[in-house]
């Protein structure tokens, strides 16, 4: 997925100034924020960038922490005060999606690396757990349970020197294998996934966190 030239400048979508509610503040301290911004204004849902703590308004009712570094994006969030404002708003129960290094910051645990972020995901992560070697890689499978209302299939998985799930608590559950991995994980209103759903062109997965 390319990402059009006007998200570089972007701070919100159109719509995000006068909505009062039901915004998703993407975190855009690091990373690919923009193209999880792209995806939002092709579902008409409205967004905001947060990069200050000041950002995150009380329009903003779910949040996206997208792939990129994890290890600079958690010094990131703390300095910038958004840890304490994300992490309240995971503690209240309220909707958030995990992307590649949004899964690292979300786990209970990391089985490679002694950091903790916002530790809400009842897991076991491996950072990098496929090698800098393999860089990327692409597959298709499943999300979900066959028969659920919220069952996708064959979605495209893009993965870019990801995480997987070495094991998983009683709180979660898997909801995408790839090669005997979890790669996918819920959590009542989290999401979690080791791949980067806002490279592929496919919305499913946005679309099920906007239910949520």
């Given at each position: 997925m390319?990402?059009?030239v006007?998200?570089i400048?972007k701070?919100?979508?159109?719509?995000a100034?006068?909505?009062?509610?039901?915004?998703t503040?993407?975190?855009?301290?690091q990373g690919a924020f923009?193209?999880?911004?792209a995806?939002?204004?092709?579902l008409?849902?409205?967004?905001?960038?947060?990069?200050?703590?000041e950002?995150?308004?009380?329009?903003?009712?779910?949040?996206?922490?997208?792939g990129?570094?994890?290890?600079?994006?958690?010094?990131?969030?703390?300095s910038?005060?958004?840890?304490?404002?994300?992490?309240?708003?995971?503690?209240a129960?309220?909707?958030?999606?995990?992307?590649?290094?949004?899964m690292?910051?979300?786990?209970k645990?990391?089985d490679?690396?002694?950091?903790v972020?916002?530790?809400a995901?009842?897991?076991v992560?491996?950072?990098?757990?496929?090698?800098?070697?393999l860089?990327?890689?692409?597959?298709?499978?499943?999300?979900?349970q066959?028969?659920?209302?919220?069952?996708?299939?064959?979605?495209p998985?893009?993965?870019?020197?990801?995480?997987?799930?070495?094991?998983?608590?009683?709180?979660?559950?898997?909801?995408?294998?790839?090669?005997?991995?979890?790669?996918?994980?819920?959590?009542?209103?989290?999401?979690?996934?080791?791949?980067?759903?806002?490279?592929?062109?496919?919305?499913?997965?946005?679309?099920?966190?906007?239910?949520?």
């Amino acid at each position: 997925m390319v990402v059009a030239v006007e998200y570089i400048s972007k701070e919100e979508s159109d719509d995000a100034e006068t909505a009062t509610h039901g915004v998703t503040g993407i975190l855009a301290v690091q990373g690919a924020f923009a193209e999880h911004a792209a995806v939002l204004d092709k579902l008409g849902a409205p967004w905001k960038l947060l990069r200050a703590a000041e950002d995150f308004d009380d329009s903003i009712d779910r949040v996206i922490l997208p792939g990129g570094e994890s290890t600079t994006q958690g010094k990131l969030l703390h300095s910038t005060g958004l840890f304490e404002k994300i992490d309240a708003h995971i503690k209240a129960g309220k909707p958030v999606f995990g992307t590649c290094a949004g899964m690292i910051l979300l786990a209970k645990k990391l089985d490679n690396d002694p950091n903790v972020y916002f530790g809400a995901l009842d897991a076991v992560v491996r950072r990098n757990a496929y090698g800098r070697q393999l860089g990327s890689f692409a597959a298709t499978a499943d999300f979900g349970q066959l028969g659920s209302p919220d069952y996708i299939a064959d979605f495209p998985l893009v993965f870019i020197r990801g995480p997987y799930v070495v094991s998983v608590g009683p709180e979660a559950s898997v909801e995408t294998e790839v090669d005997g991995h979890a790669v996918a994980l819920r959590q009542g209103r989290i999401l979690a996934t080791a791949f980067h759903p806002e490279l592929t062109g496919d919305t499913r997965l946005h679309e099920l966190f906007l239910s949520l």
